[in-house]
């Protein structure tokens, strides 16, 4: 089955119909990588509600929630009348949320690592090599 992507193409948003994700999920993690990247600026305004979901062709109730999931994790702050904007959010905020979801990342890879029989010097190991090809290159 294929899947069915719309595009908006200020913010390089896309969601999935098909993909079983909730669509607010997908916007809102789509949004909030792109806030960590830098790719959105601090006091960037986002697209209002009711622009973005007529963008997407999705429920404006769906739009909302993915921003309010975006406000209560710090990320945008909402003004009344005037829009959501790019929260203030300091470099350490980025870096802790960064650092989360990095270790959260390497549970799964502990879990896989030991499901595969290798033990805790194995994994220091390979990633002692891969860390330093990183940075030859």
């Given at each position: ?8 193409m ?39 509600i ?50 989360r ?37």
């Open positions: 089955m294929y899947s069915i992507v719309k595009v908006v200020s913010m390089h948003l896309s969601v999935s119909l098909t993909s079983g994700e909730p669509i607010y999920l997908q916007l809102k993690e789509q949004i909030k990588n792109q806030i960590l990247s830098g790719e959105l600026q601090e006091n960037e305004l986002l697209p209002s009711r622009n973005l979901a007529q963008s997407l062709k999705i429920s404006v109730i769906t739009t909302k929630r993915a921003y309010d999931d975006l406000e209560q994790e710090g990320l945008v702050t909402s003004v009344s009348g005037k829009g959501t904007y790019v929260s203030g959010t300091n470099k350490e905020s980025i870096r802790e949320i960064k650092y979801e990095l270790e959260e990342q390497m549970k799964k890879i502990i879990k896989e690592s030991q499901a595969l029989g290798l033990n805790r010097q194995d994994l220091t190991n390979l990633l002692t090599i891969l860390y330093g090809e990183e940075n030859e290159a």
